[in-house]
T-cell receptor, first 114, second 115 residues
Framework: AQSVSQHNHHVILSEAASLELGCNYSYGGTVNLFWYVQYPGQHLQLLLKYFSGDPLVKGIKGFEAEFIKSKFSFNLRKPSVQWSDTAEYFCAVNAHTGRRALTFGSGTRLQVQP | GAGVSQSPSNKVTEKGKDVELRCDPISGHTALYWYRQRLGQGLEFLIYFQGNSAPDKSGLPSDRFSAERTGESVSTLTIQRTQQEDSAVYLC?????????????FGEGSRLTVL
């Protein structure tokens, strides 16, 4: 069964600091990978996704993620965070076989201090 | 509406009562998902509907949980004989085609509190 691990549960950064949130998945086959974000008081929304092709994926608001197949990782990065990036971030995976719904990680709460 | 709509937004119930949670997906979306999010935890998959295919019920935690979907429209999640551990936010999402074809659009969720 597919699973997703997010090792950083709570991250506190100052504005302009660089961000990297870890995401590892356990599934040996072909996968689709996603990062979702939930801003305070809002619903979950897609930040970026990887289906195939260039393993470096760019999303909204300056976020990017790199798929490293050999490490089963899909880490989220941003060079310079803003206060408005304060939110909870969820990594998710969908395997091409088996369950056809997304499996989510436990989430990382990011707090950006002005 | 333009997005996924869920009702009620908040529900407080007594232990042992039955509850129904409703989800209106985005029009034209063939896939519909229910997830549960307990306080401080990630999203837990419950059930997935895709068109006229048999639903994937593999995430339902017990036989007290059931869900139905009418065609490609409204879905209802029913929890019978609620327990305190059922307290959570229940999230509904829909997508155009299966999840492998694109993103999930989430509703605001229904917060269930079982006293």
């Amino acid at each position: 069964a597919q699973s997703v691990s997010q090792h950083n549960h709570h991250v506190i950064l100052s504005e302009a600091a660089s961000l990297e949130l870890g995401c590892n998945y356990s599934y040996g086959g072909t996968v689709n990978l996603f990062w979702y974000v939930q801003y305070p008081g809002q619903h979950l929304q897609l930040l970026l996704k990887y289906f195939s092709g260039d393993p470096l994926v760019k999303g909204i608001k300056g976020f990017e993620a790199e798929f490293i197949k050999s490490k089963f990782s899909f880490n989220l990065r941003k060079p310079s965070v803003q206060w408005s990036d304060t939110a909870e971030y969820f990594c998710a995976v969908n395997a091409h076989t088996g369950r056809r719904a997304l499996t989510f990680g436990s989430g990382t709460r990011l707090q950006v201090q002005p | 509406g333009a997005g996924v709509s869920q009702s009620p937004s908040n529900k407080v119930t007594e232990k042992g009562k039955d509850v129904e949670l409703r989800c209106d997906p985005i029009s034209g979306h063939t896939a519909l998902y229910w997830y549960r999010q307990r306080l401080g935890q990630g999203l837990e998959f419950l059930i997935y509907f895709q068109g006229n295919s048999a639903p994937d019920k593999s995430g339902l935690p017990s036989d007290r949980f059931s869900a139905e979907r009418t065609g490609e429209s409204v879905s209802t999640l029913t929890i019978q004989r609620t327990q305190q551990e059922d307290s959570a936010v229940y999230l509904c999402a829909s997508s155009l085609g299966g999840v492998g074809t694109g993103e999930l659009f989430f509703g605001e969720g229904s917060r269930l509190t079982v006293l």
